[in-house]
Nanobody
Framework: VQLQASGGGLVQAGGSLRLSCAASGPTSSRYVTSWFRQAPGKEREFVAAITWNGGSTYCADSMKGRFTISRDSAKNTVYLEMNSLKPEDTAVYYC????????????????????WGQGTLVTVSS
């Protein structure tokens, strides 16, 4: 499966952005899809995840209440709605997928993912 991330850009602190991750290829399989981010000089970190049918979602503690992950199965697209953005949210955001019907706590780790999008840059100005 191929993943295409989009929607990044420059936004002021307190603003909002919605990122999209469009999947193409053999999307009939079941995937857990996640967002990770990597800030300058830092390691890539988990942001949020959603199971194949949208039945379960997971979000990093520091982003709960501000970020929401969702999916439109008809469009094979996963979204990350980001509100109340802060300068520390500045990063390249990547979507990733792993073939699985179920969630596993190991999916907080980037090494578990088989498919990655190219990343989209989010810059939050103060």
């Amino acid at each position: 499966v191929q993943l295409q991330a989009s929607g990044g850009g420059l936004v002021q602190a307190g603003g909002s952005l919605r990122l999209s991750c469009a999947a193409s290829g053999p999307t009939s399989s079941r995937y857990v899809t996640s967002w990770f981010r990597q800030a300058p000089g830092k390691e890539r970190e988990f942001v949020a995840a959603i199971t194949w049918n949208g039945g379960s979602t997971y979000c990093a503690d520091s982003m709960k209440g501000r970020f929401t992950i969702s999916r439109d199965s008809a469009k094979n697209t996963v979204y990350l709605e980001m509100n109340s953005l802060k300068p520390e949210d500045t990063a390249v955001y990547y979507c990733a997928a792993v073939r699985s019907r179920y969630w596993s706590d190991t999916y907080y780790e980037e090494k578990r993912y088989d498919y990655w999008g190219q990343g989209t840059l989010v810059t939050v100005s103060s």
